[in-house]
């Protein structure tokens, strides 16, 4: 069929449908066809309360459009948008098209649970699903429906489409395409190639972002850079929802409103959420008016999307967060208690940034002053003492730290350095530290490390096994943030205990094993970080004694910088020392291993 063919096709069978002249309108269209049947969301399509999908739905029927962009936020429809989308095609454009999504999982089950279902609950496409002889037609990853040919496809395997065209491409969350890695280029070019060759093709890509460099950025730069302008309830001017000035990385358009709440909700330091959920709520930029969540849907409806941005022809992007979404999980009290609490989290807000606000993460929340509490110890008799070092191939060799940590709060005992291992026992003796709270790092030489460790504790035998080393034990920071599993809280963490023989190569090899703790370096920097600015419910002092221009010093010798897709720590300058700071990261791991506070990470895995 040829294009005009089709759109003729489409003109009858618009007039078949409706006795008035129609207008022809996409969202309409789906409004007025569209039907839903999955757990939590049936009957028709509405695009009340979401009037800001209408524009994007039309662009499925506009052929001087071949691509949309949407960094959308959670709870903002842009998958029924999507969904609305795609029926309308099968319906009135027919073509081949591709779903891809993160993981073939994803795509069979999303085809299974959603899709499928939308298609039977709408009459319209129901009377397309092929039956009897045919019913082999339509699959959970492939369908023949009508004229078009739908395939689903997981992001980890788009070479298994390679042969197959199509005119229309739905990418779905594609900064979730590939873990880290460039593949996830290569998998979207790949698919892309499959429209190239089509007359008006037609591509819509979207994801919550990740940073800027992250895939969906990119492509919204690409684009006009659409944000949706809506009118004050009080003074009528256009304003744009935004959560704070500080944590948008959006160019200003001079009209960004932004969430406040009760300022007085803080007693003691700590938010009282109940308060900040009651009192949360949008001031107008212009008149200063108090916006609410009931302002939300009138405002909504007559909202308009405006370029920010040149772009070339046909290529919209738009940006949405999920403060524009009149769901009850995304009330503005709701996100303020949900921010607050991922800023006292220990994993951080960069979930709420990308989720929620829908922007890449710049490091919003890392910029900041000193705010390290320095006192003088408060009584810390019965909490767990614990000593970390940092052994070094130069002198003076031996740094060293001391704290005292209880219930998730910790306070600084001592810091220095020493030239031999024998003054780090007399330190712990006169600090009352027990042997099996004494931790060296064993980067630099591990076997003069264990040896020394094995002076130090005491033997404990076990059946069929090496006796085990008990006191002294040796660690090691690794790069890269990876998870791992404890068997016995059967939960993820960020250390591990390995078994080694203290004597591997030796003649003394094979009498005894030492277990080492490996912990993510940069996961508990991130940790530490926080600690020191008192973000998190923990406190973490530093006694006057222990606050030296050189313990200052070495714990700002990291800072955290991007490089490429992540975020990593790196030092301020080779010469720059970090040791205490290696130190400090030690006992915040060691702390954790111990249990001596939880991270919201350790939930047990679901099965
Ligand atoms: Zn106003």
Same mark, same amino acid.
Request: with cysteine.
């Given at each position: 069929m040829t294009r005009?063919?089709q759109?003729?096709?489409?003109?009858?069978?618009?007039?078949?449908?409706?006795?008035?002249?129609?207008?022809?309108?996409?969202?309409?269209?789906?409004?007025?066809?569209?039907?839903?049947?999955?757990?939590?969301?049936?009957?028709?399509?509405?695009?009340?309360?979401?009037?800001?999908?209408?524009?994007?739905?039309?662009d499925w029927?506009d052929t001087e459009i071949s691509d949309c962009v949407?960094?959308?936020?959670?709870?903002?429809?842009?998958?029924?948008?999507n969904?609305?989308g795609a029926?309308?095609s099968?319906?009135?454009d027919p073509c081949g098209i591709i779903w891809a999504m993160?993981?073939?999982?994803?795509?069979?089950?999303?085809?299974?649970?959603?899709?499928?279902?939308?298609?039977?609950?709408?009459?319209?496409?129901?009377?397309?699903?092929?039956?009897?002889?045919?019913?082999?037609?339509?699959?959970?990853?492939e369908?023949?429906?009508?004229g078009s040919l739908i395939n689903f496809v997981g992001s980890?395997s788009p070479s298994n489409l390679a042969s197959r065209p199509a005119r229309k491409l739905i990418l779905d969350?594609v900064?979730?395409f590939?873990?880290?890695?460039d593949k996830e280029a290569d998998a979207v070019n790949l698919l892309e190639q499959r429209t190239k060759a089509q007359p008006y093709p037609f591509r819509v890509k979207d994801?919550?972002?990740?940073?800027?460099?992250?895939l969906i950025?990119q492509e919204?730069?690409k684009g006009?850079?659409?944000?949706?302008?809506?009118?004050?309830?009080?003074?009528?001017?256009?304003?744009?929802?935004?959560?704070?000035?500080?944590?948008?990385?959006?160019?200003?358009?001079?009209?960004?409103?932004?969430?406040?709440?009760?300022?007085?909700?803080?007693?003691?330091?700590?938010?009282?959420?109940?308060?900040?959920?009651?009192?949360?709520?949008?001031?107008?930029?212009?008149?200063?008016?108090?916006?609410?969540?009931?302002?939300?849907?009138?405002?909504?409806?007559?909202?308009?999307?405006?370029?920010?941005?040149?772009a070339v022809l046909g290529f919209r992007s738009?940006?949405?967060?999920?403060?524009?979404?009149?769901?009850?999980?995304?009330?503005?009290?709701?996100?303020?208690?949900?921010?607050?609490?991922?800023?006292?989290?220990?994993?951080?807000?960069?979930?709420?940034?990308?989720?929620?606000?829908?922007?890449?993460?710049?490091?919003?929340?890392?910029?900041?002053?000193?705010?390290?509490?320095?006192?003088?110890?408060?009584?810390?008799?019965?909490?767990?003492?614990?000593?970390?070092?940092?052994?070094?191939?130069?002198?003076?060799?031996?740094?060293?730290?001391?704290?005292?940590?209880?219930?998730?709060?910790?306070?600084?005992?001592?810091?220095?350095?020493?030239?031999? $291992?024998?003054?780090?026992?007399? *330190?712990?003796? =006169?600090? !009352?530290?027990? /042997?099996?709270?004494?931790? @060296?790092?064993? &980067?630099?030489?591990?076997?003069?490390?264990?040896?020394?460790?094995?002076?130090?504790?005491?033997?404990?035998?076990?059946?069929?096994?090496?006796?085990?080393?008990?006191?002294?034990?040796?660690?090691?920071?690794?790069?890269?943030?990876?998870?791992?599993?404890?068997?016995?809280?059967?939960?993820?963490?960020?250390?591990?205990?390995?078994?080694?023989?203290?004597?591997?190569?030796?003649?003394?090899?094979?009498?005894?094993?030492?277990?080492?703790?490996?912990?993510?370096?940069? $996961?508990?920097?991130?940790?530490? *970080?926080?600690? =020191?600015? !008192?973000?998190? /419910?923990?406190?973490?002092? @530093?006694?006057? &004694?222990?606050?030296?221009?050189?313990?200052?010093?070495?714990?700002?010798?990291?800072?955290?910088?991007?490089?490429?897709?992540?975020?990593?720590?790196?030092?301020?300058?080779?010469?720059?020392?970090?040791?205490?700071?290696?130190?400090?990261?030690?006992?915040?791991?060691?702390?954790?291993?111990?249990?001596?506070?939880?991270?919201?990470?350790?939930?047990?895995?679901?099965?």
């Amino acid at each position: 069929m040829t294009r005009s063919e089709q759109q003729s096709a489409v003109r009858s069978l618009i007039l078949r449908l409706f006795q008035d002249p129609f207008t022809g309108s996409v969202a309409d269209w789906c409004a007025a066809n569209v039907e839903f049947s999955e757990p939590g969301n049936h009957g028709p399509f509405s695009l009340a309360g979401r009037e800001y999908i209408i524009e994007p739905l039309n662009d499925w029927g506009d052929t001087e459009i071949s691509d949309c962009v949407e960094v959308f936020g959670s709870q903002t429809g842009k998958t029924a948008k999507n969904m609305a989308g795609a029926a309308w095609s099968l319906a009135n454009d027919p073509c081949g098209i591709i779903w891809a999504m993160p993981s073939e999982r994803l795509a069979q089950s999303f085809s299974e649970t959603r899709w499928q279902p939308m298609l039977r609950a709408t009459k319209l496409t129901a009377g397309m699903i092929p039956e009897g002889a045919d019913r082999h037609a339509f699959k959970n990853l492939e369908q023949r429906i009508g004229g078009s040919l739908i395939n689903f496809v997981g992001s980890n395997s788009p070479s298994n489409l390679a042969s197959r065209p199509a005119r229309k491409l739905i990418l779905d969350e594609v900064d979730k395409f590939d873990e880290g890695g460039d593949k996830e280029a290569d998998a979207v070019n790949l698919l892309e190639q499959r429209t190239k060759a089509q007359p008006y093709p037609f591509r819509v890509k979207d994801s919550t972002p990740t940073i800027i460099e992250g895939l969906i950025w990119q492509e919204f730069l690409k684009g006009d850079q659409r944000r949706y302008f809506i009118p004050c309830p009080h003074c009528g001017k256009e304003i744009l929802f935004v959560w704070s000035e500080g944590f948008t990385a959006l160019p200003k358009q001079g009209c960004e409103s932004y969430v406040h709440w009760d300022k007085d909700a803080k007693k003691d330091g700590k938010w009282d959420l109940d308060r900040v959920l009651a009192t949360a709520h949008v001031e107008c930029c212009h008149c200063k008016g108090t916006i609410t969540d009931a302002d939300k849907p009138g405002m909504i409806a007559k909202g308009v999307w405006r370029a920010t941005a040149k772009a070339v022809l046909g290529f919209r992007s738009r940006q949405l967060s999920s403060l524009y979404a009149c769901s009850p999980e995304t009330t503005f009290g709701k996100l303020a208690v949900k921010f607050l609490q991922s800023v006292n989290s220990l994993t951080g807000v960069q979930g709420f940034i990308n989720g929620d606000l829908a922007e890449p993460y710049v490091g919003q929340d890392q910029g900041g002053h000193r705010t390290e509490r320095i006192e003088v110890s408060t009584p810390i008799d019965g909490w767990r003492r614990i000593i970390t070092v940092d052994y070094q191939q130069t002198e003076p060799f031996i740094w060293w730290v001391c704290r005292a940590w209880n219930g998730g709060n910790s306070v600084g005992v001592e810091a220095g350095s020493m030239f031999q $291992f024998e003054e780090l026992a007399e *330190a712990q003796k =006169r600090l !009352q530290v027990n /042997d099996v709270d004494v931790f @060296v790092d064993s &980067g630099f030489n591990p076997s003069e490390v264990y040896s020394v460790c094995l002076l130090h504790g005491e033997q404990i035998q076990r059946q069929d096994k090496l006796p085990l080393h008990f006191g002294w034990m040796p660690t090691r920071g690794v790069d890269g943030d990876r998870d791992f599993y404890n068997k016995e809280t059967k939960s993820k963490v960020k250390w591990m205990l390995e078994e080694r023989d203290p004597h591997a190569g030796k003649s003394a090899a094979g009498q005894i094993a030492i277990e080492r703790l490996l912990f993510c370096s940069d $996961f508990y920097k991130d940790i530490l *970080a926080a600690l =020191r600015k !008192q973000k998190r /419910d923990h406190t973490w002092t @530093v006694p006057p &004694g222990m606050a030296t221009p050189v313990y200052w010093k070495h714990l700002d010798g990291e800072r955290k910088v991007q490089r490429g897709r992540s975020w990593i720590w790196e030092k301020r300058h080779r010469y720059w020392p970090n040791h205490l700071l290696d130190c400090e990261v030690a006992q915040v791991a060691v702390a954790n291993f111990f249990q001596l506070y939880m991270l919201d990470i350790e939930q047990k895995e679901d099965k």
